[in-house]
Each structure stands twice: as structure tokens, then as C-alpha cells.
């Protein structure tokens, strides 16, 4: 059972057991008996603190030390960001569009050029992540499906990287809809908006 987001312990599953109640029923095997609130809060405060951490107090500090940035300046900064919160923290297929990506590797390429190697390979590694946790869905789908796709229509509800827009730079779903391709199966793409560069992307690739 997987939870994306914050989930409906009340609703009912085909079973005509809540959700809570069938966690409860899992949990209990693995030794986390009834405190399910509990569990996610723990998960969310590990989260919470390895992003604190990770993101700011080593990879950030090393470069504004090299660079003469105040750390403290730059947490300000961040701190007004109106990204950073609930709002943005969402499981998906991986994040899209040319700035995350170009921000991130320009990131890269400071770190190395100030003679931070392993800040440079962290931050490269965000990328890479990103990537494989795009090509996972399709993954996920072979392990399910018996291994073969093969043939299968498969719809793909929206192809921009952000909701109404056109915008598919980098959007994940080109990535998504290329390992399907490669397993020969038949995506077909509906997207309110972005359709005609969906063509476009699909005929600059060959498969």
C-alpha cells in the first residue's frame, strides 16, 4: 500500500474497511501496532530534518564560504521562497521544466568551479535521482503487468510539465512516454493544452 500526499484514513476500500483500518492490519505486522499518526509523523519529521540538513547546513555553507555569500543572507532568501512548504512538497513522477534543472546543474558547475567536488557530485546526483524516479514508473508498471507492456494502450493524462500551460521542456512526461515506446507499448497522450508540442516532441525523438 502506498500513500501519495496525506491520506483519507475514513474512506472505504472495496474490502468496506477504512483505510486506517487496513493500515492498521499492516502496521501491526511489521511491530507499529495502532499509532499510525505516529508513524507519519515520525516519517515527516526524518523527511523534514534530512531536507533541513542535507539541502542547507553542509551543500549550501560550503559554497557560500568559498564564494564570501553570508549563509545567513541566503537562508533569509530562502526562507521567503513561498515554493518551500506544504504546497510544493508532492510525491510525483519527478520534477520538469528547463529552470529546476538548469538551476540545479548550475549549482553543479559552481561547486566545481570553487573546488567543491563532492558538493558538486551531490547536487548532480539530485538530477540523476529525478531521473530514475521518472523511469520508475514505467518500472512499476512491468512488475505489475506480468513483465510485457507489450501492445498495451496506455493513456497519459497530461504531457506539459506544469498544469495549464503548453510548456514540455523537460517535461517528465516525454521520459515516460519514451520507456513506453521502448517496451512497445501504445501510449496515446491527452493534455488540454500542450498536444501540439507533444507532436512536435514525439517527432524529434525516434524510437
Request: hydrophobic share 40%; with cysteine; net charge neutral.
Amino acid at each position: 500500500m502506498i500513500y501519495i500526499g496525506r491520506p483519507c484514513l475514513e474512506c472505504r476500500t472495496q474490502s468496506g474497511n477504512s483505510v486506517g483500518e487496513n493500515s492498521l492490519l499492516i502496521f501491526s505486522k511489521v511491530g507499529l501496532g495502532e499509532d499510525v499518526s505516529g508513524l507519519f509523523n515520525l516519517l515527516g519529521k526524518i523527511d523534514g530534518t534530512a531536507t533541513l540538513f542535507a539541502f542547507f547546513h553542509h551543500e549550501v555553507n560550503a559554497l557560500c564560504e568559498k564564494t564570501g555569500a553570508d549563509v545567513d543572507e541566503v537562508a533569509y532568501v530562502m526562507g521567503k521562497d513561498r515554493r518551500i512548504g506544504p504546497k510544493f512538497l508532492k510525491a510525483s513522477i519527478g520534477f520538469g521544466g528547463s529552470c529546476f534543472k538548469k538551476d540545479i546543474l548550475n549549482l553543479v558547475y559552481l561547486c566545481g568551479y570553487y573546488g567543491l567536488p563532492e558538493v558538486a557530485a551531490y547536487w548532480e546526483s539530485v538530477v540523476k535521482i529525478n531521473e530514475w524516479q521518472t523511469h520508475r514508473v514505467v518500472d512499476r508498471m512491468l512488475e505489475t503487468m506480468f513483465n510485457t507492456i507489450a501492445g498495451k494502450k496506455i493513456a497519459v493524462f497530461g504531457f506539459a510539465f506544469k498544469a495549464n500551460t503548453g510548456d514540455t521542456r523537460e517535461s517528465p512526461a516525454n521520459l515516460v512516454v519514451r520507456d513506453l515506446l521502448a517496451e512497445h507499448a501504445q501510449p496515446v497522450v491527452t493534455d488540454p493544452k500542450a498536444i501540439p508540442d507533444a507532436k512536435r516532441a514525439m517527432r524529434s525523438n525516434s524510437y
